[in-house]
């Protein structure tokens, strides 16, 4: 019998690697010049409160793993930040959406039921 990694586990289809207190020790690949430029696709430039934004989901997803639902993203972003303006705050910095945009330049996946095209966009 072979070496078992207690730190994988299997989500999904891929094996995913955890620390000890069960938060995600890689992302997918993704860094600032890259943000930069799916920022700018989105005619979006990037300011500190953005940066800010973009950390925290990606740390919500190194913590949680993807999101079970585009709410719950919401409901963390908002919870975070309130003391800014919570969520219509949020919705000037990313005004297509703060989960499907932030998600996006982030280099993250999109929760589930973050947009659905048979009622149109949730973002």
């Known amino acids: 019998m072979g070496h078992v990694d207690i730190s994988k586990f299997i989500h999904g289809?891929?094996?995913?690697?955890?620390?000890?207190?069960?938060?995600?020790?890689?992302?997918p690949d993704w860094d600032e010049e890259e943000a930069q430029r799916l920022a700018h696709a989105e005619d979006i430039v990037l300011t500190a409160a953005h940066w800010d934004v973009l950390r925290f989901v990606r740390e919500h997803y190194r913590r949680h793993g993807r999101a079970e639902s585009g709410r719950v993203l919401s409901g963390a972003l908002e919870r975070a930040f309130h003391d800014h303006g919570?969520?219509?705050?949020l919705y000037t910095l990313f005004p297509h959406g703060p989960v499907a945009q932030a998600s996006r330049i982030a280099g993250l996946p999109l929760p589930p039921y973050t947009t659905d095209s048979s009622f149109g966009s949730a973002e």
């Open 13 to 27: 289809e891929e094996a995913v690697s955890r620390d000890p207190a069960g938060h995600m020790l890689d992302l």
């Open 86 to 89: 919570g969520r219509r705050w």
